[in-house]
């Protein structure tokens, strides 16, 4: 711990004693991110859709390690906080790992492939933030070597956030979690229409948050044919996320009204890329519920870091130390919580 605490030191980085391990679950994933110097309403037209033929011209093309598993371990060692990532990586990955290793990321629980290719995302982002993803998953379901009891930190961990992997892998991530006594967020992202009716129901069931932005949430009600009210009723708390618009947080206490409490963005950030901005959102909450914080302040320490990861290009191409973050948070929010 001396050593962990030495090297965050050096690093200008936050300094937590002894830090809560989470297990993170998602996928790694090589991003290959450009920007339409344009809209995509000027290309796609809805009430032609059944005849789509288009292809996009850019300007640019970048390349970085993205994927939830990563981005969300990242963000989280960043702010001090100990992420166990659980996923698996191709054999062109190497150089993913030695970057996780170089911040300090346990990768122990991550499953090297040597026959498949790493999981890939093509990401178009148009002059409105909007986005258009191509996703080849690679041997992201190998994740299944990993399993949770043979995790030696298993007893240590409280929170387990389950990202987009596949959609069985999930599942099943979900209910090892929920038997091992964890309180499991729930983030189904853009495997979220890949869900069955009664798949999203156990899912949503055996998890305490459900984390989504405005599309997703849409979307999961229609197709659990529950309503956010059904489903807070159930004593889920419910994270929405509206990028420059901020996010949403839910809960509800037995027959007490639904409390939400409503967060702006950041204010006076230049938007470069919002690759990852969700993950570092995640990542910032989640540091707050291991540390005890109000659903408030978990909200806001998650808004902080996606301020940050949406100012450099690629979903891990940001960094901040101790006092960028605090003076970023009382600029935005007040006193600083730790």
């Excluded at 495997?191 to 949503?204: G, M």
Aim: glycine share 10%; with cysteine.
């Amino acid at each position: 711990m001396l050593q962990y605490l030495y090297k965050l030191y050096q690093k200008g980085g936050f300094i937590i004693d002894e830090p809560q391990p989470v297990l993170i679950f998602g996928s790694l994933v090589g991003d290959h991110i450009t920007v339409l110097p344009g809209l995509f309403e000027k290309y796609i037209m809805p009430e032609n859709i059944g005849n789509l033929n288009v292809s996009f011209c850019v300007d640019d093309l970048r390349s970085s390690r993205g994927g939830t598993g990563g981005n969300i371990g990242y963000n989280l060692r960043l702010l001090g906080g100990c992420p166990l990532i659980v996923s698996a990586i191709g054999k062109n990955g190497g150089e993913y790992l030695r970057h996780l290793r170089n911040h300090d990321i346990n990768t122990d629980y991550i499953h090297f492939d040597e026959e498949l290719e790493s999981a890939t995302c093509f990401i178009v982002t148009d002059q409105n933030n909007k986005q258009i993803n191509i996703y080849y998953p690679g041997p992201t379901a190998k994740a299944a070597k990993i399993r949770i009891g043979n995790i030696k930190e298993v007893k240590e961990v409280r929170y387990a956030i389950v990202s987009p992997s596949t959609k069985e892998l999930m599942l099943r991530q979900i209910v090892e979690c929920d038997s091992f006594g964890m309180e499991v967020i729930f983030d189904p992202g853009q495997q979220t229409v890949t869900f069955e009716h009664d798949e999203l129901r156990e899912a949503i069931i055996k998890s305490k948050f459900l984390f989504g932005n405005r599309y997703e949430m849409e979307f999961i009600e229609k197709h659990s044919g529950w309503s956010k009210e059904d489903i807070l009723a159930m004593g889920k708390m419910i994270i929405t996320t509206y990028g420059k618009n901020g996010s949403l947080i839910e809960t509800k206490v037995q027959n007490k009204p639904i409390k939400r409490i409503e967060l702006p963005a950041c204010k006076d950030i230049l938007v470069k890329d919002p690759t990852g901005a969700g993950d570092a959102y995640r990542a910032g909450f989640i540091l707050g519920l291991t540390r005890g914080y109000s659903r408030k302040v978990c909200g806001q320490l998650g808004s902080v870091a996606a301020s940050f990861a949406v100012e450099a290009s690629g979903a891990q191409g940001h960094h901040f130390n101790r006092g960028e973050f605090t003076k970023r948070y009382e600029d935005n929010y007040g006193k600083f919580p730790f």
